[in-house]
């Protein structure tokens, strides 16, 4: 334990812009992954219990590509893109998995 510590107070000390950017992308997927799935859990009366593990997963994902993929520099924040993917995929999964209804005989 003291070792891990040490290692870790060593990464902190040595590059502060190194621990911002791993703690600014941590919370980039954290909150890619279940911002919306919270948000349309409280709005939504149809979301299933697919559309939010599908949401979260498409959240998560698109935080770590947003990051890791190449792009030009433009006015593009990474909130949007972390923020639509999900949602939408929440919607069309929840849609596509909810409950039928029974038709009348």
Do not use: D, N
Request: hydrophobic share 55%.
């Amino acid at each position: 334990m003291l070792a891990v510590s040490a290692i870790a107070a060593l990464v902190a000390l040595s590059e502060s812009r190194l621990v911002f950017h791993l703690v600014l992308y941590a919370w980039a997927g954290l909150g890619a992954a279940f911002g919306p799935a919270l948000i349309l859990s409280l709005l939504r009366k149809r979301v299933t219990a697919w559309g939010v593990a599908a949401g979260m997963l498409a959240g998560f994902t698109t935080a770590l590509l947003w990051v890791v993929v190449p792009k030009p520099k433009g006015p593009v924040y990474e909130i949007g893109p972390t923020f639509a993917v999900p949602t939408t995929t929440i919607v069309v999964v929840s849609l596509l998995s909810g409950r039928k209804r029974a038709t009348p005989s």
